[in-house]
């Protein structure tokens, strides 16, 4: 049971760390260029629907498996 706590936690830290560097890069991106901004902000959240989908069935597998 510790084991599945511990991966699910890194399941949540890896998302965590993906979703700040999608918005960060976003950030960036519309700063330089910001005529594009509404095109990268639905990419910004796209991706960031994925990494959380990925994260959510990472934390699943990680109480399953134990």
Do not use: H, N, W
Not at 12 to 25: M, N, P, Q, R
Not at 45 to 56: M, N, R
Request: net charge positive; charged share 10%; aromatic share 2%.
């Amino acid at each position: 049971m510790v084991l599945a706590g511990i991966g699910a936690g890194l399941a949540v830290i890896g998302a965590g760390i993906g979703i700040g560097k999608i918005g960060g890069s976003a950030m960036d991106a519309m700063a330089r260029q910001p005529e594009v901004a509404s095109k990268i902000q639905t990419a910004m959240i796209i991706a960031a629907a994925l990494i959380e989908g990925v994260a959510l069935f990472a934390v699943v597998v990680a109480l399953i498996a134990k």
